[in-house]
C-alpha cells in the first residue's frame, strides 16, 4: 500500500481550513457557510476533519440537458473561435476543458459523478438531494427544506442573490443580474433527435429512476 501525504500535514490543513471558516463567519457575521466548490474531495475533507457540523445539498440536473448544454456550448465555442485574437483564445482554452468531448462524453462524467455523490455521501445523516427542476419550478419550497434542515428561516430576498453583498469570483452569470428569477431551461427537450433521446436515456437509465425522471420525452404546449 502506497501512502500518499502526511498525516500531521492533513491535520494541519484541516485547521487551518476550520481557521479559515471560522474567519470568514466572523467578518460576515454569518453563522453557516455555504462552500459551493462543487468539490467531492473538499467535501470528503470537511466530513473527514470532524471540525465541521456539515449538511449536504446535491443538487442535480437531467443529464441528458446536461451532455446538450454542454454540445451546445461547445459548438458555440467553435463558432466563435475563429474570431478571437490569441488572449482571447488562450482563456477559451482554459474553461473548455469540460466541454471538449462529445456529447457522449458528457453523458459518462454525469453518470460517473453522481455515482460517486451517491455511494460516498447519500447515507450521511444530514444528506439532502435536489432536482435542479424541481428547485426551478418551486424555489421557496426547495429552499425551504434546506432552511429547515438548517434551524435557519427562509426569507424572500434569499431568491435574489444581488441583494445582499457577496465576494464571489466564480458562477453563473445570472448572479449580477437584477432580475434573477430562476427559470428551468428545456431546449434540451427538443434538442435530441428521436434516436439520440433514447440512447441517452437507455445509457442513463439507473440514475435517471434513481433520481425520479420520466424516460420518455415531455414537450409541454408551452415549450413545443
Not at 64 to 90: C, D, I, P, Q
Not at 124 to 151: F, K, N, S
Request: contains cysteine; glycine residues 6%.
Amino acid at each position: 500500500m502506497k501512502i500518499i501525504g502526511d498525516i500531521n500535514e492533513r491535520q494541519s490543513f484541516d485547521e487551518k481550513n476550520a481557521a479559515l471558516v471560522r474567519a470568514i463567519l466572523k467578518v460576515s457575521g454569518k453563522e453557516v457557510l455555504c462552500d459551493s466548490s462543487k468539490n467531492i474531495g473538499r467535501l470528503a475533507g470537511y466530513i473527514r476533519s470532524g471540525l465541521f457540523n456539515v449538511t449536504i445539498v446535491n443538487l442535480v440536473r437531467d443529464g441528458r440537458a446536461v451532455a446538450h448544454s454542454n454540445a451546445s456550448k461547445r459548438k458555440r465555442m467553435k463558432e466563435r473561435h475563429k474570431e478571437m485574437n490569441l488572449y482571447e483564445r488562450w482563456i477559451v482554452a482554459i474553461k473548455k476543458k469540460n466541454l471538449q468531448h462529445s456529447a457522449l462524453y458528457s453523458l459518462y462524467q454525469w453518470q460517473r459523478l453522481n455515482m460517486k455523490c451517491l455511494k460516498i455521501f447519500s447515507k450521511h445523516p444530514y444528506y439532502h438531494l435536489i432536482r435542479y427542476e424541481d428547485l426551478a419550478d418551486e424555489p421557496v419550497a426547495q429552499i425551504r427544506r434546506i432552511t429547515d434542515a438548517l434551524g435557519l428561516k427562509f426569507e424572500k430576498k434569499q431568491l435574489n442573490f444581488c441583494e445582499e453583498k457577496h465576494h464571489n469570483l466564480g458562477g453563473n452569470r445570472m448572479r449580477m443580474k437584477d432580475e434573477q428569477k430562476i427559470v428551468r431551461d428545456v431546449r434540451y427537450l427538443k434538442g435530441y433527435s428521436f434516436i439520440g433521446w433514447w440512447v441517452a436515456t437507455l445509457y442513463l437509465y439507473p440514475l435517471l429512476r434513481r433520481f425520479g425522471y420520466p424516460l420518455a420525452r415531455q414537450v409541454t404546449k408551452e415549450q413545443g
